[in-house]
Each structure stands twice: as structure tokens, then as C-alpha cells.
């Protein structure tokens, strides 16, 4: 199989459990972190068999936050590979402390919804939307307990002090009655099942963790996963991010990965150089951009017209 420099440069990545002979590490300080910044077709999942298959001794976990990806990166991978979703990982790491519960709550939805907080008790829908939008945001934050500023931006300033700490106070009751494994009021969200994860669940028992498309893992998410006893390898696209901040950073910029080693993944094999350098031209355009330039690594490519194609430039300068 044919790899790109800047593949075989990740596959020779000393990660500690190559080195530690199959001892397993004693605390997250004795693993590695590896961040893989890669642009759209430079072979990511080939990265991942190829490393899978140098860890044929070892156990490794795949995941990621596309379904869909998973379930196609799954099939190519050998079978030292377990592949389960963040949902399975998360429902088998609290099966212990949280079975009960968890069987009880089938139906986990993708955001915790205002309906689902009737329970308790006479406020107003407004309220309730408030404590479901501040609750979703703090279940992808690292922070231990809701805080005001979960809260929508500018709703602390229109609140008075009274009904801004009765609001936080109930968004705490909530996240108590989750913690609780005995309590059934309130269902779970899937973000609220990997807050629960990051907070109580088992470590996972591997020796390399894969996070795909690792662009959009919530701080939760990344906090947990830095507190593992295992080697990482967080791979995704920045420039693909659904939640890009207002910086133009994605989930790959995190503080929580300062001390990541970073490589990036800049060749794509679907295109040649002259379609390779004017997508490098395209994110140029965009005031937030940080990636450096593609390569075309594939079959050369013929561009539209001159005309067309700067026309397109153009039109990436305006709107950016």
C-alpha cells in the first residue's frame, strides 16, 4: 500500500505502549496524546489500519462523532480493532454504578428537550427552555456543575439575581438527579450520557484509543479522554468542524490538547496539484483560516475555465 511521507512520519510515532513492552500504565501521565490535523481524502482511515496493524498485539478502541463514518471506517478495520460508538462506550462504562438506570432509559434523545423538564414543577416555558439550553451547553463543557454561564449569552444581564440562582439552583437538581442512579426523573440526552461518562464511568480498558472526526468532541468528551490510562490519537478535519468558534477554532485547538504532539495530514489522494492548490487558495480566503496549504497527492485534474475559476476565488473573497 502505498503511504505518504507524511503517514509513515505518524505510523513512526513512539506512543508509550509501544515502548512499555504490553505493561499496562499506571496513570494518564505515562500515555500519549496524538493529534492528526487532516484534510478531506489524505487517507485517514488508511492511517488508522496501517497503525492497527502495528498494534497487532494490542488492544485498540474505535469510535467517532459520525455514525455514518464509523460505520464504514469499522469494516476496513483488522480485529484487534473493537469499534463501538460514544454511545456504547459511554452505556458500558457506567453499566456498574448506572445499569439500572440505563435499562430503564432506552430512549436516550440527542439534546435534553424544556418537555423534559415538567417535572419540576410551576415554571414557565421560558424558564424551562432557559434551564434545557444552559444544561445542554454545560453537558459538552468540562466544568463539574452547572454554572450562569451555561446560560445563553446576555440572559444573566435580563434576569434578576433572585431568579437567575432559582434557575442555576434547578439546573443543578437536574444534573443531581442524573448523577443519582436510583432517580428516573429526568431522561437522558446523549451528551448528558457522556457527561455522566466523564464524571463516573470505568476507564477504558485498551491501549489505543482512535477518536475520528475529533474536530467536534466536546470538552467533556476531550477532559474524560485526557484522564485515560491509554495512548490517543485524535484525528479529524478542522476545517469540516460543525461547531466552529467565532476564532475560527475547532475541538483540535482545545487547551485540553496543548500538550498533544501534532501532525497534519495535508495530501489528499482524490485530486491532483493544480485542484490541490486552488482549494488552498479558496481557505485562504476565509479570515480565520489556519491550515497549511494542500497537496494534491492523486491523478492530475483538469480545472474549469480560467474565467470560472477565478470567478470562484471572487466569489470566496466576498463572502468571507
Known amino acids: 500500500m502505498h503511504l505518504s511521507n507524511d503517514q509513515r512520519r505518524i505510523l513512526a510515532h513512539p506512543f508509550?505502549?509501544?515502548?512499555r513492552d504490553r505493561t499496562p500504565a499506571t496513570s494518564a501521565e505515562q500515555s500519549d496524546c496524538v493529534v492528526v490535523r487532516a484534510c478531506a481524502g489524505s487517507g485517514k482511515t488508511v492511517l488508522m489500519v496501517e497503525l492497527a496493524r502495528t498494534y497487532a498485539d494490542e488492544t485498540l478502541i474505535y469510535t467517532s462523532l459520525n455514525p455514518a463514518v464509523a460505520g464504514r471506517t469499522a469494516s476496513q478495520l483488522p480485529d484487534?480493532?473493537?469499534?463501538?460508538?460514544?454511545h456504547q462506550l459511554a452505556r458500558q462504562a457506567l453499566s456498574e454504578e448506572y445499569g439500572d438506570k440505563l435499562k430503564r432509559q432506552q430512549d436516550i434523545t440527542?439534546?435534553?428537550s424544556p418537555q423534559s423538564l415538567g417535572w419540576l414543577g410551576s415554571f414557565s416555558s421560558q424558564s424551562r427552555s432557559l434551564m434545557a439550553q444552559g444544561l445542554n451547553t454545560f453537558f459538552a463543557a468540562s466544568e463539574?456543575?452547572?454554572?450562569?454561564?451555561?446560560?445563553?449569552?446576555?440572559?444573566?444581564?435580563q434576569l434578576s439575581p433572585a431568579e437567575l440562582r432559582q434557575i442555576v439552583e434547578s439546573m443543578r437538581l437536574v444534573w443531581d438527579c442524573l448523577l443519582d442512579p436510583a432517580d428516573h426523573q429526568q431522561g437522558l440526552s446523549f451528551n448528558a450520557l457522556l457527561k455522566l461518562w466523564s464524571q463516573h464511568g470505568q476507564p477504558l480498558d485498551a491501549d489505543l484509543v482512535m477518536l475520528d472526526e475529533a474536530q467536534d468532541a466536546t470538552p467533556a468528551l476531550l477532559a474524560m479522554l485526557r484522564r485515560q490510562r491509554?495512548?490517543?490519537?485524535?484525528?479529524?478535519?478542522?476545517?469540516q468542524s460543525l461547531a466552529r468558534q467565532a476564532e475560527g477554532l475547532s475541538s483540535l485547538d482545545s487547551p485540553l490538547l496543548a500538550d498533544a504532539t501534532v501532525y497534519s495530514l495535508p495530501g489528499a489522494w482524490r485530486f491532483g496539484p493544480s485542484l490541490a492548490?486552488?482549494?488552498t487558495r479558496l481557505a485562504a480566503c476565509s479570515p480565520t483560516a489556519r491550515e497549511q496549504g494542500m497537496s494534491g497527492l492523486g491523478p492530475a485534474t483538469?480545472?474549469?475555465?480560467?474565467?470560472?475559476?477565478?470567478?470562484?476565488?471572487a466569489t470566496a473573497l466576498a463572502t468571507a
Do not use: T
Request: hydrophobic fraction near 40%.
Open 16 to 19: 508509550p505502549s509501544r515502548m
Open 80 to 86: 484487534n480493532v473493537r469499534c463501538q460508538s460514544l
Open 110 to 112: 440527542r439534546r435534553l
Open 144 to 157: 463539574a456543575v452547572p454554572m450562569p454561564e451555561h446560560l445563553p449569552e446576555h440572559v444573566a444581564e
Open 230 to 239: 491509554c495512548d490517543l490519537l485524535l484525528i479529524g478535519d478542522p476545517h
Open 277 to 279: 492548490a486552488l482549494g
Open 302 to 313: 483538469r480545472l474549469a475555465l480560467p474565467a470560472v475559476r477565478d470567478s470562484c476565488c
